[in-house]
């Protein structure tokens, strides 16, 4: 809080001028300007004090006009020093809130999804899935090729001529292929039905 003023050029002509007139009677006054000549600053008390003596004393000199280019005095706060302790716990406290931030972050991170080797067990699953594809798959190609070779054989006591024999195998293999389809998918609807 402000409670000097830093003093102008003007101010200090003024107390010249009143010392240079030597019509102070009061030896208060002469007393308060000579010590006022060097300074460089005033407290409000002393200004108030001057201004009361500059009145008496009969001087029509305003305090407006005194202190026309003064400036207030500010003094530099300077704030207190920290408390270590309270330091020390504050520094916790935001390492603590940088890694719950961290947690909350990476909590749906996997690593081992982030391993692209990947572990045994996922390499032992991904060989029993490609061996179930492929059983199923060499099932559903032995399946048809079976009822393309019985549907072939047993035409023969029905029909003489080759294409007959043919086509007929055809369509048995294509019924039985469906069939088998049929199976596969409602197979695999269950497998992935289930959570």
Do not use: W
Request: glycine share 4%; with cysteine.
């Amino acid at each position: 809080m402000a409670n000097s003023f830093t003093l102008g050029e003007r101010f200090h002509e003024r107390i010249k001028e009143l010392l240079e007139n030597k019509c102070c009677n009061s030896p208060d006054l002469v007393e308060e300007l000579e010590a006022l000549k060097e300074q460089t600053f005033i407290s409000f008390k002393t200004v108030r004090k001057l201004h009361k003596l500059l009145q008496q004393n009969g001087y029509p000199v305003y305090l407006h006009e005194l202190l026309e280019d003064s400036m207030l005095h500010l003094p530099k706060v300077e704030p207190p020093p920290r408390n270590p302790q309270l330091v020390a716990r504050l520094e916790k406290i935001k390492a603590k809130l940088a890694n719950d931030e961290y947690r909350r972050i990476t909590r749906n991170v996997n690593p081992q999804e982030m391993n692209n080797h990947g572990t045994l067990a996922d390499f032992g699953k991904q060989v029993r899935s490609v061996k179930a594809v492929v059983v199923t798959v060499f099932n559903f190609l032995v399946t048809v090729v079976a009822a393309f070779a019985c549907a072939y054989i047993g035409s023969q006591y029905l029909f003489t001529e080759t294409a007959a024999r043919v086509l007929s195998a055809v369509i048995a293999a294509s019924v039985v292929g469906l069939a088998e389809l049929y199976v596969l998918v409602r197979t695999m609807e269950g497998e992935l039905g289930e959570p």
